[in-house]
C-alpha cells in the first residue's frame, strides 16, 4: 500500500514562499514519476510540477521560474518550494505518484493547503 503525506502548507503573504514537503512509505524510486498537482475551489484539479525518476522537471506555464520541484531518494521524500506566491496560488495541493506500464496506476496524498493573501 502506497502513502503519501504532505506536510508544509499555511497562510502566506503575496510574495511570500513556503516549501511543501511529500513523505513517502517506501522506496520512490519505485515510481516513474512524482508531481504536485493543486485544486482551487470550484476549479478542477490541474498539474503544477513533475520529477521523473531520473530528474526529468515539468511545469505547469504559471509558476515557471517561481516554483521547483525536487526529490530525495535516500528521505523518500518530493518537495515543492515555491517562490513570489500570487493569490492565485491559493489552492489544495496534492503530491502525486505514478507507474507507467500497461496501465498507469496514480497514488495521491491527502492534500495541504496553501493559502495566499495579505
Known amino acids: 500500500q502506497v502513502q503519501l503525506v504532505e506536510s508544509g502548507g499555511g497562510l502566506v503573504q503575496p510574495g511570500g514562499s513556503l516549501r511543501l514537503s511529500c513523505a513517502a512509505s517506501?522506496?520512490?524510486?519505485?515510481?516513474?514519476?512524482m508531481g504536485w498537482y493543486r485544486q482551487a475551489p470550484g476549479k478542477q484539479r490541474e498539474l503544477v510540477a513533475t520529477?521523473?525518476?531520473?530528474?526529468?522537471?515539468n511545469y505547469a506555464d504559471s509558476v515557471k521560474g517561481r516554483f521547483t520541484i525536487s526529490r530525495d531518494n535516500a528521505k523518500n521524500t518530493v518537495y515543492l518550494q515555491m517562490n513570489s506566491l500570487k493569490p492565485e496560488d491559493t489552492a489544495v495541493y496534492y503530491c502525486?505518484?505514478?507507474?507507467?506500464?500497461?496501465?498507469?496506476?496514480?497514488?495521491w496524498g491527502q492534500g495541504t493547503q496553501v493559502t495566499v493573501s495579505s
Open positions: 502525486n505518484a505514478a507507474t507507467f506500464g500497461a496501465f498507469v496506476h496514480m497514488y
Open positions: 517506501g522506496s520512490i524510486l519505485r515510481f516513474d514519476a
Open positions: 520529477i521523473t525518476s531520473g530528474g526529468r522537471t
